[in-house]
């Protein structure tokens, strides 16, 4: 993915087993860091997980909705408004456990 973005030009942080505070800090540094000539902003978060949560590396909840997404909205993030602002969640919901084939 991060190859992906960067040949698409746009500049990649990459933020490894974040516990929930230091994730929360992380988006919001990356909310504020964020400016008028910003054209699109992406965000992806990869981990376990719920159907309206991700879960931190200290296994503390992270709501979508209210922790991630509400950053981002136009009242929060003034520089992005009325331009794209992806993101992308790749994670496990629920308790079953998946083994591969083959």
Do not use: W
Not at 2 to 18: C, G, P, R, S, Y
Not at 29 to 49: A, K, P, T, W, Y
């Amino acid at each position: 993915l991060t190859a992906v973005l960067e040949h698409i030009n746009l500049q990649v942080t990459v933020k490894d087993d974040l516990a929930r505070d230091d994730a929360d800090k992380a988006l919001k540094d990356f909310r504020n860091q964020l400016n008028d000539s910003d054209e699109i902003s992406f965000v992806c978060i990869m981990s376990h997980g719920h159907k309206d949560y991700v879960l931190s590396s200290d296994n503390k909840q992270i709501y979508i909705e209210e922790d991630v997404l509400e950053k981002f909205s136009n009242t929060n993030c003034k520089a992005m408004v009325g331009k794209p602002k992806i993101f992308l969640f790749q994670g496990c919901r629920g308790n079953n456990v998946e083994t591969r084939r083959g």
